[in-house]
């Protein structure tokens, strides 16, 4: 079994298969705690402290909820004002600071390898929560866990990647991970927002086959999962050609028509018009559950890593 | 009588084989620009053996840092550098690509944490190095138009 106790989480990619299969062992057998139906007392007396210097609630609340349901506290801010950073602070002093006053940090900063960077200025563990526009792993192993614990595994499952697949960092770590696990990829885009090449590459290297496509029609009917991101206004210059892309890639009744009957439909959320509200009454729709997995899996994490039950 | 292009140097470093093209680079990089206090010479497209072309590079009493020959290894692999003593070859090196680039780029990425008043020295992972591939350690980019983003 790898050893979790102490180490950081700054990338997905640090994780190895048997890293991952392990996270997800155990986020399953957190979810009752979770839920509030079992009470565990094993990180009694740690702290950890949440850095947010940029607002994610949802992330936030999560790693929060986790420590809270383990019987350990939090500290932190969430935005940077008012804080000693406001004062012109390094993140290297920050956390400096922050090492003496727990036992782990979670880390949220606007900045790529902001983590990396504070890792090295700690001996206590750096969780990454989300650098600017690199890496957010805990973001990557709860929607592993989604489709791992929805579908009974992730080697062979048809998983379709759709929407802002350029930008959107979320689907890149998502897309390395599922490869590195044997899942058969599909990438939905508009031919501007397409997968960049190197992580075509990777999965190539993996000597897995994978489609591109432009079209939702062209993969709905093959797809176990469907990963749906939003699309950002900001990333057209005319408002039209958006409205126009970004209503083409929008999951709704019609296409689920077409749909495998068990197929699964997730978002990261926050969502905008890309899944219909009607879809959220099928059993398709699994993004609320994933949102709330971001629990059991944080819980998984902070009990492997700070009580070394790994 | 063989013609000397360029005569010898008593003193300083002489840097060979470097692929046609880059002395003006090499330059750059060792800072020989307006405030130069000795004698600099620059051969460019020579004829050369075992390159076909190269450009020499002669700098009068000075000796280059391990920093500057890691630098001048991104852009000139195949160069040799020979530190002259007394118009003796006192020592000669071949630049060897570091598998760490340490504080001798810059990250691209304007929005790489690397970039601000973190005291930390830029870090590159060497993913390739024919042709050099280099990756920023923090934000995990691939620099691209690396001569451009050399300190």
Known sequence: ?310 | MKELRVTPIRNGTVIDHIPAGMALKVLKILGIGDGVSSTVTVAMHVPSQAMGWKDIVKVEDRELGAREIDKIALIAPTASVNVIRNYNVAEKRRVALPDRALGILRCGNPNCISNTREPVESEFLVRTKTPLRVVCKYCDRELEDIPAHIL
């Open chain 1, 1 to 310: 079994m790898s050893d979790f106790r102490g180490r950081d989480i700054l990338s997905i990619r640090d994780l190895s298969r048997t890293d991952i299969e392990t996270v997800l062992k155990a986020s399953r057998r957190m979810v009752p705690h979770a839920l509030g139906k079992k009470v565990s007392r094993s990180l009694e007396g740690k702290i950890l402290a949440t850095l947010f210097f940029e607002p994610s609630t949802r992330t936030r609340l999560s790693f929060e909820s986790a420590m809270t349901r383990l019987g350990g506290r939090t500290l932190g801010f969430a935005g940077a004002e008012g804080t000693s950073v406001a004062k012109g602070e390094t993140l290297a002093d920050t956390i400096r600071m922050v090492e003496a006053y727990s036992d782990g940090i979670v880390l949220r900063h606007p900045q790529e390898g902001a983590a990396r960077l504070a890792a090295e200025f700690s001996e206590k563990p750096v969780i990454n929560a989300g650098d600017g526009a690199g890496q957010h792993p805990t973001q990557t192993l709860l929607d592993l866990f989604t489709i791992w614990d929805e579908r009974g595994g992730i080697e062979g499952q048809h998983v379709a990647l759709v929407g802002d697949l350029k930008y959107g960092r979320t689907v890149h770590s998502l897309a390395y991970a599922l490869a590195d696990l044997g899942a058969t990829l599909a990438f939905v885009s508009p031919p501007t927002l397409e997968m960049p090449r190197e992580i075509l590459e990777h999965v190539k290297e993996r000597g897995l086959s994978f489609k591109t496509a432009h079209r939702l029609e062209d993969v709905i009917r093959e797809a176990d999962v469907l990963y749906v991101t939003r699309i950002q206004k900001e990333r057209f210059p005319d408002p039209q050609e958006y409205e126009k892309v970004a209503g083409s890639y929008r999951v709704d009744g019609d296409l689920l028509r077409e749909s495998k009957r068990d197929l699964i439909i997730m978002h990261p959320l926050p969502r905008t018009t890309e899944i219909a509200p009607e879809v959220d009454r099928t059993k398709h729709a699994v993004y609320f559950k994933q949102a709330f997995n971001g629990v059991p899996v944080r819980m998984a994490l902070l009990d492997l890593i700070l009580g070394g039950a790994g």
